[in-house]
């Protein structure tokens, strides 16, 4: 079927970066754009009036844990390792995968009503988030994140590593590509060297994409040193972790020779600005990556770090406290922020036909209100999605050309049975 959505501003990608329609028309072919701009197509099958609209990229959320929407306000207040390791674990240990899916579900609700298209998830159970994500028509690389508390463990003996090996062989590419299969390693303080070397040959063997969480925290980065005499990316590095495809979520405290690292080992960073700050984590050093040529995505990092999924809340966070942190109102640019929050976060995730609004590209695509008082006057669009827009702004959300969320109403999600489901979920672990 050929749709087209009609009258509608369009924040588009051209030649020189982002370009905009003011009412314009967009054309999508099944699941496919094939006509954006200022005249009136006259073939296709169905007309969506979107006066009063802007359409943008679809919101790409590269660093998340979706099932901790059930964990929500869990150990608010304290430090990364305590707020781990005493609040959040001991819970973890208790859901069940009915409980997993549940949270899942709930955090696809909030991440499509507020504009994201695709996310990239790291948590155990990953089979039932990836059922969640075929049933609901969104985008996601999902991964079984690799851990050892046993440094007398075989590594062949590793539960997680089989377990990771077997999601990728069970789901890969699984419903027309939408879904595909990162690997992962949770962290250097969660996992021993043999493992991650072992693991690091796997991910080579099947040209995988690996996800990490590197150099977060201060005692994070400074034990590493400690124990290694290696930094977490050098030591990443030294077992092979960066020969293939990698992607490394936070690098608050790398350094600079960290940073040359990533570059020539093609590492991409997600900056998680609202996690960052609410663990006292620090500002990664975003701008020096851009300059460096690093690819940076953004995420929300999990709702119990948060505590949301509005990528458009993150975008306006990371557009604004370097300038804050530097002391300088040009460090960030709102054409370098969306770029972040869209095309970078498509290109992490190994989805080359998706983060843009341009002809042959996939149809991901949100559509935000522009008759609020917030969005008035539109004198400058990028600034007015970097530092205007809202979460609650999204009036569709589209994947594949498939409309998942309409003016409130969600097309392959009921909200009733999630809320039940979660209900649940939480009356049995919080018992």
Request: charged share 20%; aromatic share 8%.
């Amino acid at each position: 079927m050929k749709r087209l959505y009609a009258n509608c501003d369009i924040l588009s990608t051209g030649k020189n970066g982002f370009e905009y329609i003011k009412n314009g028309f967009l054309s999508v072919n099944g699941d496919t754009i094939d006509y954006i701009g200022a005249e009136k197509p006259t073939d296709f099958d169905e007309v969506r009036d979107m006066t009063g609209t802007m359409l943008i990229p679809g919101l790409v959320n590269a660093h998340t844990h979706t099932p901790m929407t059930l964990l929500r306000g869990v150990g608010s207040d304290l430090p990364l390792q305590s707020w781990l390791f005493d609040s959040v674990f001991p819970i973890e240990d208790r859901l069940t995968p009915s409980a997993i899916r549940a949270g899942t579900e709930l955090a696809l609700l909030e991440m499509l009503s507020t504009g994201t298209t695709s996310f990239t998830d790291m948590y155990m159970e990953p089979r039932e988030t990836a059922e969640a994500v075929l049933a609901s028509g969104i985008k996601a690389n999902l991964c079984r994140p690799v851990q050892c508390f046993d440094p007398s463990e075989p590594v062949e003996d590793n539960f997680r590593v089989r377990e990771s090996l077997e999601l990728f062989k069970a789901y890969n590419n699984a419903g027309n590509g939408r879904l595909k299969i990162d690997f992962c390693v949770h962290a250097e303080y969660t996992c021993t060297a043999p493992v991650v070397k072992y693991y690091a040959g796997f991910v080579r063997e099947n040209a995988g994409n690996l996800h990490i969480h590197m150099s977060e925290t201060k005692s994070e980065h400074d034990g590493c040193v400690q124990k290694y005499g290696l930094t977490p990316a050098a030591w990443f590095e030294s077992l092979g972790a960066f020969d293939s495809r990698a992607f490394a979520a936070h690098c608050v405290w790398v350094t600079e020779e960290d940073m040359e690292i990533m570059k020539r080992r093609g590492v991409s960073a997600v900056h998680c600005p609202s996690s960052n700050l609410k663990l006292g984590s620090g500002v990664a050093p975003v701008q020096k990556m851009l300059d460096m040529g690093i690819n940076v995505a953004l995420g929300t990092d999990g709702a119990a770090s948060n505590n949301n999924l509005n990528m458009l809340e993150e975008l306006h966070l990371a557009s604004v406290i370097h300038n804050g942190v530097y002391g300088d109102p040009t460090i960030m640019k709102p054409a370098d922020t969306v770029a972040m929050a869209t095309v970078n976060g498509a290109r992490l995730q190994g989805r080359g036909d998706t983060g843009e609004l341009r002809v042959g590209k996939k149809a991901d695509f949100a559509a935000l209100d522009l008759t609020a008082p917030h969005m008035r006057p539109n004198l400058d669009p990028l600034a007015l999605v970097a530092y205007s827009a809202q979460g609650s702004d999204v009036v569709m959300t589209v994947v594949d050309g498939n409309i998942l969320y309409d003016h409130g109403k969600f097309t392959t999600l009921d909200p009733d049975r999630v809320y039940a489901h979660v209900e649940k979920a939480l009356s049995e672990l919080y018992k």
